[in-house]
């Protein structure tokens, strides 16, 4: 009998171990695939790259920090991730908003994601400098300084692979366009196997 319990308590192991982890992606336009079908987005590519993640992507067009903030509850209670990524800030760069709402709400995120028992994951988000070099550069530096106070996974910005060539970005300038996915993928597969 206590052969059988040995097994089925190796048996369940094995499977547990087997089963990949989820990565909620909760991000704007750029995790969204804005301007394509989801399927050649780089979340999506991401996913057919390797197994060891399962991939969610919450990601919505024209999200913000206080949109990312009041959906994040639901979307943690329906998929229980093991890990998230916060996408989030541009758009609110893009419209002004103030450093310390987008530091309010990123913080809050960072510590709901926490309170699941999930780990947090912060990727740093660049703006074009239209609001001046101050706001520029506290929007810039707020990301690193929250993922050491929040003790999060720290990723740097996916776009500074792609956001200078003309030919990756779609005609708005802001977007990356289908050649910049796998570009994308091939950047974020590397953070996300060393998790």
């Known amino acids: 009998m206590r052969i ?9 192991t094995f499977l547990a ?5 989820k990565l909620l992606v909760l991000g704007d336009s ?12 780089w979340v999506h590519l991401l996913q057919q790259q390797q197994n060891s993640w399962q991939l969610i992507n919450a ?4 999200e913000t920090t206080a949109g ?3 959906r994040l509850p639901e979307l943690l209670k329906k998929h229980q991730p093991d890990a998230v990524l916060i996408e ?4 609110d760069g893009l419209r002004g908003f103030p450093i310390a709402q987008l530091e309010k709400n990123l913080s809050a995120m960072l510590k709901l994601v926490k309170q699941q028992q999930a780990k947090p994951i912060l990727m740093q988000i660049r703006i074009p400098p239209n ?11 707020l990301y690193p300084a929250l993922a050491e106070r929040h003790q999060a996974v720290y990723w740097p910005f996916f776009m500074d692979q792609v956001a200078t060539k003309p030919e990756l970005m779609l005609s708005d300038g802001i977007h990356p366009n289908e ?9 974020v597969l590397p953070l996300l196997l060393k998790l």
Do not use: E, H, W
């Open 4 to 12: 059988f319990f040995t097994i089925l308590l190796a048996c369940c």
């Open 68 to 70: 990312g903030l009041a």
């Open 59 to 62: 990601s919505i067009s024209g």
């Open 17 to 21: 171990q087997a089963q990949p982890q």
């Open 88 to 91: 989030l800030g541009g758009n």
């Open 179 to 187: 050649k910049a996915q796998p570009i994308i993928r091939d950047f």
């Open 30 to 41: 750029l995790s969204a695939g804005y301007g394509m079908t989801q399927q050649q987005g």
């Open 131 to 141: 609001y001046g070099p101050r706001y520029n550069q506290l929007f810039v530096d």
